[in-house]
């Protein structure tokens, strides 16, 4: 009969946040019924110090306090120098961050695992943007079906529909490897108009860190209705022709929502876009984050990661201040006077970025399009370093049921801004597939008239924080 | 150590509703920690065959059915007669309706306990069209601050807002009478304006049949806005100056959402209205369920007794098929081509009913105007009328944790309603009461991508209702 010690909730615990150690044996106890020893199968992540980090319901936890002797060991020493030796490289790091930029991706990714590296091949010349290099996703490649199109789409949008294609399938790969269980995502292909038009639609519910995700991309080519126009801009960008309706036009978007399992990891939002019409291509995209309970630490990692990103495609530093604003005045539920999430990058119309970062006007160059590419591309691929970090460091800190709750009544402010303000999800409607744009939506959500969270707690202080921005770099 | 026969959820038998009894000492038995005596505490309600109706949830079940000694007995025949006189008097019921219905609702009244009473005060002269009798409630009386308004309000305005007023109570008392529970509304009252503008936000939570339900009237005077006035109308109504916006208005609406907490009782919502603008008014109202499983005989009969209702003011009959018809198409998602749930009735820009029923034109007399009043009163009457023998007959009906899932999905699609179609939402979010208007947000809901229930199933069956809507009676 071997006996093993292993970390769960504690119910009395829940408050205070200290962690309990429970000790039991991997025969099943006698008055413990058999749908309990799923518990007994808990690995231990750290032989160290002993314990399994896997989140239990409370309702299990319960079980295991009520029913097994239960004992309490102080935090190790050894658990504490790990703790300090990380906050110090994070403090390094983000101190770092806008110095370093063009080089630190490539050296972070050397330092990751492998299934960190995947999305960020080429990174490294696409962020410098004095490289011309073209490395083979950018390759322009035979548009799907681009023959049969009225106005054929440009090499621009053939080289960003090849790169969203591409970076779809990292993206998922990296998630599945972190995630590490057996559940994958499901890919729903479709196409329409003879596949002038075609996408993918790909979900993952119950993982182990994400409850329920989506990266899904869609290239489209086709007419654009009036309707559709007037919700495709985000401050009355002057479409010209395209918005009279019946004008050819051509889209390609890849767009990420991680809607996370634990509390303590913020849901993560972010997507890249191309539109084109009637010769003329805007990019757009963005990255951000909608926490729960506020660990500034991480806000202020993933904040410097897109700062050194913008810094480097602009010497005058002023595009990522210009686009973290955007993304809080974006992101924003007027009717509660609340913002969604804590920011990120928003951006929108970029139609050229000259060789100082300055947006290009009317007569934009060549190469002024070709960095907004290099641009949106860098952007497509620092989702995932900006975000696993945080997997990482919050997918097994223990949560309690009040705290559950908590993110399931913040769930429905995301929800809210989706289905009232959000503009991809009205242009996505009007396009017809629902489903497809349904899949942001949270995998469950609350609403609970008149909450509002006590003062001095952690709940109010993220309040405070969503209803004043924050610079967080 | 006294014995009891309880019955109880069973795990093995969630797929085919049978249903197990489990029998234990009040006592607890020793391997049985000490939370679970909240399971011995369950009340027995039907001692003739000794059961406890509580819905308990299945970690409950669970427990007991693997913690203690499990029995299974067969129905007893003393409740299948109990079942079968039910049916009868339901199947007598729905055939008599549409002729018996002046006299119907008083008739149902008398044989109703007192909480079903309260609501129907005068409901029989009001529903007789042909009465002249003035009730206390429709008795002018000086409206909320109607001195400070540069339009003043009619007597039609002030006899409805005190009707609303009065039946506001009248129904959050019925309702808790027949909670049962120390579950009790809270109320919200406000105001704007020095009182010009009024209201009251009712809201229970954590109901005995009730998960989330709110009851709430506003009483509204002040200046339309062009955005309002455009959010107003179901059908282009020619509001005339009134949507020229910055033009004296009064409004007052009595809405309801009751959601359920058993998804075999439909989720009801309800309301009346009434816009008075520039010398004209109009007014509006409906109620419709929104089932999860679909009990026949339950929406038969409520579809019966507004039929009888509309009937009675209606010698052609003509009324309900048309408010039906209005409700299906009111309630519809076009994305997904669903109808919300299986409708009810719907009206809006009721400006007068003439003495056959049929509405009136522009040169509508005032007693058209009054005969208007009184069937949206006669509406409001309804509601309860309409839901408690629901609820008596589906609050205590068993369920599984499957079935509350798909109830968790198809409130997701009530809500994606609600914020993406619902001209109220629109006009209620203008107005700036955010909490107010999301009060009607389910407590709970959820989204699946792409979910579809099996083929031949119930939740199929209803999906099917929902795509093309049934005439039930």
Not at 359 to 366: F, K, L, S, T, V
Not at 378 to 400: E, G, K, N
Not at 443 to 451: E, G, L, Q, S
Request: aromatic fraction near 10%; charge should be neutral.
């Amino acid at each position: 009969m071997k006996s093993t010690w292993r970390r769960y909730y504690s119910h009395e615990n829940f408050e205070s946040h200290k962690r309990m150690y429970v000790k039991f044996s991997d025969q099943r106890p006698p008055c413990l019924p058999s749908w309990h020893t799923k518990i007994v199968t808990v690995e231990s992540k750290y032989p160290s110090i002993g314990w399994g980090g896997s989140t239990l319901s409370s309702d299990h936890a319960l079980m295991a306090t009520d029913l097994v002797c239960v004992e309490m060991i102080r935090r190790q020493s050894k658990y504490f120098i790990k703790t300090l030796m990380q906050s110090l490289c994070l403090v390094i790091l983000v101190c770092m961050a806008p110095y370093a930029r063009p080089f630190l991706l490539p050296s972070t990714s050397s330092s990751s695992p492998s299934s960190l590296v995947a999305p960020l091949k080429g990174a490294h010349r696409d962020l410098n943007p004095h490289s011309t290099a073209s490395s083979s996703s950018r390759t322009p490649s035979t548009s799907h079906g681009s023959n049969l199109s009225s106005s054929s789409p440009t090499s621009t949008f053939d080289t960003f529909a090849s790169f969203i294609t591409a970076i779809q399938r990292e993206i998922i790969q990296t998630i599945e490897t972190e995630d590490g269980t057996d559940v994958k995502f499901l890919c729903d292909e479709w196409e329409r108009d003879g596949g002038r038009s075609h996408g993918a639609t790909c979900v993952l519910e119950g993982g182990a860190f994400i409850e329920k995700g989506a990266v899904s991309i869609s290239i489209i080519q086709g007419k654009l209705s009036a309707e559709r126009a007037a919700s495709m801009s985000a401050r009355g960008r002057d479409l010209g022709d395209c918005s009279q309706g019946d004008v050819p036009y051509a889209a390609a978007a890849l767009s990420l929502v991680l809607h996370s399992a634990n509390p303590h990891l913020p849901t993560f939002r972010s997507d890249v876009r191309y539109f084109e019409c009637q010769g003329k291509g805007w990019f757009g995209g963005g990255a951000d984050l909608t926490p729960y309970y506020l660990h500034d630490g991480d806000i202020v990692a993933f904040h410097a990661l897109y700062r050194g990103l913008c810094d480097a495609f602009d010497e005058k530093k002023a595009l990522f201040p210009k686009y973290k604003k955007w993304c809080d005045s974006y992101f924003f539920l007027p009717g509660r006077q609340e913002h969604r999430g804590t920011g990120g990058i928003f951006f929108d119309d970029l139609e050229a970025l000259e060789g100082g970062g300055e947006e290009a006007g009317e007569e934009a160059g060549e190469e002024g399009v070709e960095r907004a590419r290099m641009f949106t591309e860098a952007v497509a691929r620092s989702f995932m370093p900006s975000y696993l970090p945080l997997v990482r460091r919050r997918r097994d800190q223990l949560f309690d049921e009040r705290q559950k709750q908590w993110m399931l009544l913040r769930r429905g402010r995301y929800l809210e801004f989706n289905l009232l303000y959000d503009r991809g999800v009205k242009f996505g409607l009007a396009g017809g597939r629902f489903e497809s744009v349904m899949v942001s939506a949270p995998p469950m959500a609350a609403w609970k008239y008149n909450h509002t969270p006590e003062e001095g707690s952690e709940e109010a202080r993220l309040l405070a924080i969503l209803k004043t921005p924050r610079d967080w770099v």
